[in-house]
């Protein structure tokens, strides 16, 4: 075989085009990586915020019921009440 017969799979502007390409994808997934980390951390202070306000539900909760359980003072005779 004529090595001047054979011709390469791969022009130079193939090579050009490839590595733009790669270059381009690399950008793209370093700017996804980017927005990904950010989402994960406004989904932590989200989750964080959800408990706080969750915790703060309960208590909430808590303090109305004892509010309303706590015995109460009834008066007697109908000329003492406001």
């Known amino acids: 075989m004529n090595l001047k017969e054979m011709q390469a799979v791969y ?4 090579m050009v085009k490839m590595f733009r390409r790669v270059d381009e994808l690399t950008r793209e997934n370093d700017a996804l990586r980017k927005q990904l ?3 994960k951390e406004r989904f932590a202070a989200a ?3 959800n408990a706080d306000l969750t915790a703060q539900l309960y208590d909430l909760q ?3 019921a004892r509010q309303m359980t706590t015995p109460r003072v009834l008066p ?7």
């Open 37 to 39: 980390a950010e989402t």
């Open 47 to 49: 989750q964080s915020e």
């Open 11 to 14: 022009t130079m502007r193939d």
């Open 76 to 82: 007697l005779h109908r000329d003492l009440e406001c």
């Open 62 to 64: 808590g303090d109305f």
